[in-house]
């Protein structure tokens, strides 16, 4: 079975800043997929940016950018110019790719890292 | 844009009852998926379907049932509550098989006495 590791409880940056969330992960699988979700205090979970395990390029979208390290099994968050609405509990997931079997997208997730920023 | 609506934001039960926590999403999704949220581990997979009156169990299944009856909605079911059944209920739903993300609902906050 998959495990992911997020091994900061708490995080905090000062707006503008930079900041980078840790993920491990251990499995024993050569192709999946990983996932940053966030979860603001609204509570509604919405996923911030994915990487193909089979892709060495490490994904971005604008202000997130990843650090996709597969032999060590590390997918780490780095946010750019922190804004306070990135405050924020953020989970790092995994997904099997499992061609044609029964994972049906199961995510498997992390324990979460509470991020704060400082006006 | 992808709606997954969950039917209370907060609940409070009491030990013993029965209790349906409803999901519908608005998008078709064959996936669905219910997760319960506790400090410091995670999100858990309680149960999962992935069509119709299909159902797999999760990581955590004691304690919980589910029902899909139709695609857009996806029960969960606590046969009787416990107070250790306390916690925050997250429903998802996604498009098969892959790699597509998980919608999620806003979540249930269930208090059991």
């Known amino acids: 079975a998959q495990t992911v590791t997020q091994s900061q409880p708490e995080m905090s940056v000062q707006e503008a800043e930079t900041v980078t969330l840790s993920c491990t992960y251990d499995?024993?699988?050569?192709?999946?997929?990983l996932f940053w979700y966030k979860q603001p205090p609204s509570r509604q979970m919405i996923l911030v940016i994915r990487?193909?395990?089979?892709?060495?390029q490490n994904a971005t979208e604008n202000r997130f950018s990843v650090n996709f390290q597969k032999a060590a099994k590390s997918f780490s968050l780095k946010i750019s110019d922190s804004q306070l609405g990135d405050a924020a509990m953020y989970f790092c997931?995994?997904?099997?790719?499992?061609?044609?079997?029964?994972?049906?997208?199961?995510?498997?997730f992390g324990q979460g890292t509470i991020l704060t920023v400082h006006p | 844009d992808v709606k997954v609506t969950q039917s209370s934001r907060y609940l409070v039960k009491r030990t013993g009852e029965k209790v349906f926590l409803e999901c519908v999403q608005d998008?078709?999704?064959?996936?669905m998926f219910w997760y319960r949220q506790d400090p410091g581990l995670g999100l858990r997979l309680i149960y999962f379907?992935?069509?119709?009156?299909?159902?797999e169990k999760g990581d955590i299944p004691e304690g919980y049932s589910v029902s899909r009856e139709k695609k857009e909605r996806f029960s969960l079911i606590l046969e009787s509550a416990s107070t250790n059944q306390t916690s925050m209920y997250l429903c998802?739903?996604?498009?098969?098989?892959?790699?597509?993300?998980?919608?999620f609902g806003p979540g249930t906050r269930l208090t059991v006495t």
């Open positions: 998802a739903s996604s498009l098969s098989p892959w790699p597509y993300e998980q919608y």
């Open positions: 499995t024993s699988e050569s192709d999946y997929y």
């Open positions: 990487q193909e395990a089979y892709k060495q």
């Open positions: 997931a995994y997904r099997s790719a499992d061609a044609g079997g029964t994972s049906y997208g199961k995510l498997t």
């Open positions: 998008m078709d999704h064959e996936n």
């Open positions: 379907s992935y069509d119709v009156k299909m159902k």
